[in-house]
Structures are given as C-alpha cells and as structure tokens.
C-alpha cells in the first residue's frame, strides 16, 4: 500500500510546527487543484482586472490561490508571517519571539498566462526560519532576506493531467501525487534523482536576440547537434509555466533556463528569487541537480527586496557544470 503524505510526515524528524505546516499547505493545493479544474464552470477564468507588484495583469485564478494560500499559512502552525507573489508588502500573521517560527512564501499560481489554453500551471512554496528575538515584535519584510541555503522546506505543485507535489525539507526530494476518488496524498516518486547529464533543454527561444553572448553560444552548440561541439542532438521544450518545465527536468533530467538578458536593463533577470528561483533551487539541488543565476548558486544569493529578480539556470548538474563554461 502507498504510503500516505500524512504518513510520511509523521515519520520525519523536523519539528512539529513545520510538518504542520507541510500539510496546510498540501491541504491548500487541494483546493487550488479543485478551483483549476473547475475553470469556467465556476467562472474561474479570466482576468480581474488589478495589476500585482510585478505590473502583471492578474488572473481571477490568481486572486482565489492567493487568498486559499493566505489562509492556510494564518491557519497553520508556527507562521510568523507570509509573503506572495501577489502582493505588495508581507502579510503578518504573529509576533516573533523567542519562540521557533516560520516565514512561508508563495507563488500561487504559477504560469497562469496558461489558464485559458488548459495547459498545466502551478504552486511554488518556500518556508524560512523566522527570527528569534528576546522581545516580541511584530514581523518585517527585511527578516525574509535570507540567502535560498536557509529554507528548511521547499516545494511545487503541478496541476496537470495528475495533481502532483514535490518538495524537500532538507533531505532528499519527494512526489506525492493526489488520489482523486480518496483525496489522499500518496507517495509516487520517492527520493526524485535527476539524472546527471542531459540530452534536452528549456529555455524562450523568442527571446535569442536579447540574449548574451555565452547563452547565444551554448544555444547554438546544442542546436549543431551530432555535428557540432556537443557531438548529440538536443530537444527544446518549453511550457511556458515554471513549475511544468522544471517537473520534467525532475523526472527525465535536462535544464531550465531563464537568463539575463538585454531585453530590459532595469530586469537583470525574470524570475522572482524568493518566490521562484530559491525554492525550485532546493528542490533540484535536494534531487541531485544544480542550480545558478550564471555566477554563483542560487541558493547563495542574498535577497535585499521582496520582489527581487534574478536569472535562473538549473537542472541537471553535469549540464549545469558545461553551461558556466560558456563564460
């Protein structure tokens, strides 16, 4: 018999509070996942006509995640304070003490420029240690500034043909897909390994003008095939959802790539670091991949804004290893 989610957290050693919170928001994802497939049956799609911090236009389905993801996070154990994609400034949820607390951040939905053409988008999570004061004090944005290596767990959600979550709380990477008749989370992909080396990359080949000249290089060496420098032929694919791209490089190995590039100089990358780049950096380094922003790992960098950007290279790690080669 399949192991259960409920199961397998209460076999882990991480505290308490942690694992609790690890179900809420699996129990979230669940209601997403039920909102997804609802769609336009329950006027779900659409915009809602409010732009969110980014300048991007919001999805109705954008607004209920994000709400159902709030939810969870003043519901659950331990949460100090929590950050979204979505919004402004942090949502503060208790007072830090000298008591063990959690800072929980979220992408709710994931590629939701997908939702209309039904193809498959996503939840990406991160859980920080909050800060122990002596004193209690009400939570700021500054104490979510911690470098990726800090998370204590990290995680996605694919809402596609099958609901899927993956994530790690610091050792090994783990899939548990939803039953749909039960409801239960069962484990299906136990300690995920992505393989080392990589016939197949991701990357927005619409962008190939914008980008530097060590993307433009390692591009077009894989697109030479068994003629050119790499001596293999390469597939490209992209979804255009995070969560959807990575999950296949999780599964069959390849890499992700969202580089800088000059398309605007004021973006010195796409992606959010906190939101998206650190905690899928966790996971796939937790899977046996590696993970950069071009110059060092991502799990490195120091936030010093909430909606910082960066750029993302990740996947398997002995492609990761040649495409730094490129300078």
Known sequence: MAQTLAAFLKAQSAPESLKGLIAGIADGCVR????VRQGATADMLG???????????????????????IDVCRAAPGVVAAASEEQDGIVPVAQAGPHEGWLVLFDP????????????????????????????????????????????????????????????????????????????WVLTHDRIAVPAETKEFAINASNQRHWHEPVQRYIADCLAGTTGPRGKDFNMRWVASMVADVNRIMMRGGVFMYPADRKDPSKPGRLRLMYEAAPMAMVMEQAGGAASDGTKALLDVVPDALHQRVPVMLGSKAEIETLLTYG
């Open 47 to 69: 915009t809602a006509g409010d732009t969110n911090v980014q300048g991007e236009v919001q999805k109705t389905l954008d607004l209920a995640a994000d709400d159902i993801m």
């Open 109 to 184: 939905l994931d590629g939701s420029s997908n939702i209309e053409v039904n193809v498959s988008i996503g939840t990406i999570f991160s859980v920080l240690p909050a800060p122990m004061v002596e004193t209690p004090r009400d939570p700021v944005a500054e104490d979510f500034f911690q470098p990726g290596r800090d998370q204590v767990a990290a995680g996605y959600v694919v809402y596609g043909p099958q609901t899927l979550l993956v994530f790690t709380l610091g050792d090994g990477a783990f899939g548990f897909t939803l039953e749909p008749v039960s409801g239960e």
């Open 32 to 35: 997403i996942s039920h909102a």
